[in-house]
């Protein structure tokens, strides 16, 4: 089943030039581009983007990395990708949530790190599953910043 996916290249990979690298990896898999940007974002937009994690102890921190403030960088890449099984075939090569436990091989194991403080940067964001994935891009996204109709 085709679906559409929605990634962030997040201000960690942002501030240390990963994003071409990041991208390279996931060139490779057998999904389309079909939208890109570099976005500035506020705590509006990192609140809804994590709504559903809202209330975690991690939370507040979390919403300042992704706005950036954490790494001193203004932007992150929003990306969105279609393909058969789009989002298993990018969250396979993301890598598990916590870096420390993401395989080497993995852009989360390559890349990604646990602060001394307990913070996982883990370099990407990517939708979790359909319906957020559809959220999300919505949320990212006007329908002609794409280049094609989602169904
Ligand atoms: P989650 O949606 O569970 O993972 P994923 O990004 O792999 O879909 O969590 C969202 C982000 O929240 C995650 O990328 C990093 C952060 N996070 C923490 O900082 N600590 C945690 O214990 C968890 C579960 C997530």
Same mark, same amino acid.
Not at 60 to 84: K, N, P, Q, S, T
Not at 131 to 148: C, D, G, M, N
């Given at each position: 089943m085709e679906?559409a #996916?929605l #990634?962030? *290249?997040?201000p960690d !990979? *942002?501030? +240390?030039?990963?994003t /071409?690298a #990041?991208?390279?990896r996931?060139? &490779?898999?057998?999904v389309?581009?079909? /939208?890109?940007?570099?976005v500035? #974002?506020d =705590?509006?937009? @990192?609140?809804?983007h994590?709504t559903?994690?809202r209330?975690k102890?991690? %939370?507040d921190d979390m919403i300042?990395?992704?706005c950036?403030e954490? =790494?001193?960088?203004?932007f992150?890449?929003?990306l969105v990708?279609?393909?058969?099984?789009?989002? +298993?075939? *990018?969250? =396979?090569?993301a /890598?598990a949530t916590n870096?420390e436990? @993401? !395989?080497?091989g993995t *852009? +989360?194991?390559?890349?990604?790190c646990l602060? &001394?403080?307990? +913070?996982?940067e883990?370099?990407l =964001? !990517? &939708?979790?599953d359909? &319906?957020?994935?559809?959220?999300?891009?919505?949320?990212? %996204?006007?329908p002609?910043?794409?280049?094609?109709?989602?169904?």
């Amino acid at each position: 089943m085709e679906q559409a #996916v929605l #990634v962030l *290249i997040k201000p960690d !990979a *942002i501030q +240390r030039k990963l994003t /071409g690298a #990041v991208l390279a990896r996931l060139e &490779s898999l057998d999904v389309k581009l079909i /939208g890109a940007k570099a976005v500035r #974002v506020d =705590h509006a937009l @990192a609140e809804e983007h994590y709504t559903r994690l809202r209330g975690k102890p991690f %939370f507040d921190d979390m919403i300042r990395y992704l706005c950036g403030e954490l =790494h001193g960088v203004e932007f992150v890449v929003a990306l969105v990708f279609w393909g058969e099984e789009a989002i +298993r075939q *990018i969250r =396979h090569v993301a /890598g598990a949530t916590n870096p420390e436990a @993401a !395989a080497p091989g993995t *852009i +989360r194991g390559a890349y990604g790190c646990l602060t &001394s403080g307990g +913070r996982m940067e883990n370099v990407l =964001h !990517a &939708s979790s599953d359909e &319906s957020e994935a559809k959220r999300e891009i919505a949320l990212w %996204f006007r329908p002609e910043e794409l280049l094609i109709q989602l169904p």
